[in-house]
T-cell receptor
Framework: GDSVTQMEGPVTLSEEAFLTINCTYT??????LFWYVQYPGEGLQLLLK?????DKGSNKGFEATYRKETTSFHLEKGSVQVSDSAVYFCALDSGGYQKVTFGTGTKLQVIP | DGGITQSPKYLFRKEGQNVTLSCEQN?????MYWYRQDPGQGLRLIYY???????QKGDIAEGYSVSREKKESFPLTVTSAQKNPTAFYLCASSIGASGVYEQYFGPGTRLTVT
């Protein structure tokens, strides 16, 4: 079945540091890939998505590229802010029965 | 503003009682979902529905029940058969079934059973 593996957290960075959160996946066919963000006590929000190989999703300074050859969708940001502190979830959707597979989440803490 | 509402935000119940969590969306989405979130375990799918009057079990459906009588509503009942019901519950919806559409989430309900 489908699966998503994210790097273990928590990740602690100083403000303005470079961020990478690794995500790899296993899926049949050609899934769409997503990054969601969850702030404390809230639901998830879509951060960015990519629907085919080599697509780059981007939003709010975050980027991720759909790499079919390495089955990866790593999240990056050049300069993090304290307000980026949250839990980040990688997810894939293979279509069909509309079931989305989520990773376990990576907690990011940015310190001033 | 369009979105998903879940109520209440916090819910407390005694063991042995059934409890129903509300989820309403005004996005005109066909598909709706219920997830359970526990610390360190990510999101686990409880039930999903692609259309009114139809729903399917997810990965952890035991001890839960749902209904989908209206497009905009997808309530979840946590029954007394659920062995460990204390958790954060998230409702979500999406436009359709092609696989390219993101899910929109509600703010969640934190259920505590003592």
């Amino acid at each position: 079945g489908d699966s998503v593996t994210q790097m273990e957290g928590p990740v602690t960075l100083s403000e303005e540091a470079f961020l990478t959160i690794n995500c790899t996946y296993t899926a049949t066919g050609y899934p769409s890939l997503f990054w969601y963000v969850q702030y404390p006590g809230e639901g998830l929000q879509l951060l960015l998505k990519a629907t085919k190989a080599d697509d780059k999703g981007s939003n709010k300074g975050f980027e991720a590229t759909y790499r079919k050859e390495t089955t990866s969708f790593h999240l990056e940001k050049g300069s993090v802010q304290v307000s980026d502190s949250a839990v980040y979830f990688c997810a894939l959707d293979s279509g069909g029965y509309q079931k989305v597979t989520f990773g376990t989440g990576t907690k990011l803490q940015v310190i001033p | 503003d369009g979105g998903i509402t879940q109520s209440p935000k916090y819910l407390f119940r005694k063991e042995g009682q059934n409890v129903t969590l509300s989820c309403e969306q005004n996005l005109n989405h066909d598909a709706m979902y219920w997830y359970r979130q526990d610390p360190g375990q990510g999101l686990r799918l409880i039930y999903y529905s692609q259309i009114v009057n139809d729903f399917q079990k997810g990965d952890i459906a035991e001890g839960y029940s749902v209904s989908r009588e209206k497009k905009e509503s997808f309530p979840l009942t946590v029954t007394s058969a659920q062995k460990n019901p204390t958790a954060f519950y998230l409702c979500a919806s999406s436009i359709g079934a092609s696989g390219v559409y993101e899910q929109y989430f509600g703010p969640g309900t934190r259920l505590t059973v003592t």
